[in-house]
């Protein structure tokens, strides 16, 4: 089966075309997960934007015969979650390597978001992100996967992707992010929209972007983690007040300037508060990790999202670093996935059905 074939058997998108698809016929070194980089080009139908014509980045990393899982990470989060030999670099989520992911028994995929490259200057909907990912896993002859691990905003996709494509995935886990964008989280988001706006009339988009994410910090983490880390009195520099967390403020905005295209962070931002889904549409067994210092997703969020699921659990943590608990709090995140992920491995030699094998 001609790749393109292989993409229209699962797609209602009839244009999916992979390119640069890098080699994977080399053996990698002891201890290195083998890795795959590559583009795959869709036309894919936007719900707030109508068709686009769209190039996805991927990367894969872990046998490739082993059980897929999917993981996302937040907006800022990227295709490459762990490092390999081919791509040493360390990823998003490098301190769950051998923690609670394991590349050396399962296969990790991840995309670049739609819009992060700054090009797609449209509204984005999560669940366009879906389609995004079945593209990628279409091109790559993948017709079902293990499971889907979200974080934040790529918890609100995966819970998509287990309604718009409950055939293709065994099991969700969502971590940090419910079936709405909660109202006060919102207006985090949309004073970070102005910060930018403020900059643009300025003429310095960035100094926008900058002090944008800086709020957003503010959000992610919580009042104890400041009060231990920045408990220390202000100091009078060239004639102003700075206070201690300033520093650290100042480094978060301008490291995440670097990287990130002003546009890219507007439309995923939105995206975050275009989010809504009826929990009773996500029919997968799904684990609901929430974080009870959570300022973005109140816990009250996750208790209701697991009452409404047909096959939910809930995972109920507490940590001083509120949402970004998924980044920080390594143990106690990887006992999570120890449990959730339990299984994995069985369920996809047994059920997961290959398009390439039945080609």
Not at 265 to 284: G, K, N, Y
């Amino acid at each position: 089966m001609s790749l393109v074939d292989s993409a229209t058997q699962f797609s209602p998108h009839p244009v999916c075309t992979q390119l640069d698809h890098e080699s994977a016929s080399h053996t990698p070194a002891a201890g290195h997960a083998l890795a795959t980089r590559g583009e795959v080009d869709a036309v894919l139908a936007l719900r707030h934007a109508g068709k686009r014509n769209v190039r996805i980045a991927y990367e894969c990393v872990g046998a490739p015969d082993a059980p897929v899982l999917v993981v996302a990470g937040g907006i800022s989060a990227h295709r490459h979650v762990l490092s390999s030999e081919r791509h040493p670099e360390s990823g998003w989520w490098q301190a769950q390597a051998g923690q609670g992911l394991d590349a050396t028994s399962t296969r990790i995929l991840a995309i670049d978001w739609l819009g992060a490259d700054g090009t797609l200057d449209a509204p984005i909907d999560p669940a366009d992100q879906t389609d995004a990912i079945a593209a990628v896993l279409d091109a790559l002859g993948i017709a079902r996967i293990a499971a889907f691990v979200g974080c934040s905003y790529g918890a609100m996709v995966g819970l998509h992707f287990a309604a718009n494509h409950r055939a293709r995935i065994g099991r969700l886990v969502a971590i940090s992010g419910t079936h709405r964008a909660h109202p006060y989280a919102s207006a985090w988001r949309a004073l970070q929209r102005q910060a930018v706006a403020l900059g643009e009339l300025q003429c310095d988009a960035g100094q926008g972007l900058a002090l944008a994410r800086q709020l957003a910090m503010l959000s992610y983490r919580t009042p104890e983690e400041f009060d231990e880390r920045f408990d220390i009195a202000p100091v009078i520099a060239h004639g102003r007040v700075r206070v201690a967390a300033e520093d650290y403020l100042d480094a978060c905005g301008a490291q995440y300037v670097a990287r990130t295209p002003v546009t890219a962070f507007l439309r995923l931002s939105e995206s975050i508060d275009l989010h809504a889904i009826a929990p009773e549409s996500v029919r997968v067994p799904t684990t609901v990790v929430a974080v009870l210092e959570d300022r973005l997703v109140p816990a009250e969020d996750a208790f209701a999202l697991v009452e409404r699921l047909p096959q939910g659990r809930l995972k109920l943590l507490r940590s001083k670093y509120g949402h970004d608990a998924f980044l920080k709090d390594v143990r106690a995140i990887a006992d999570v996935l120890a449990v959730a992920l339990a299984g994995c491995h069985r369920e996809s030699v047994s059920g997961e059905i290959r398009q390439g094998a039945a080609a």
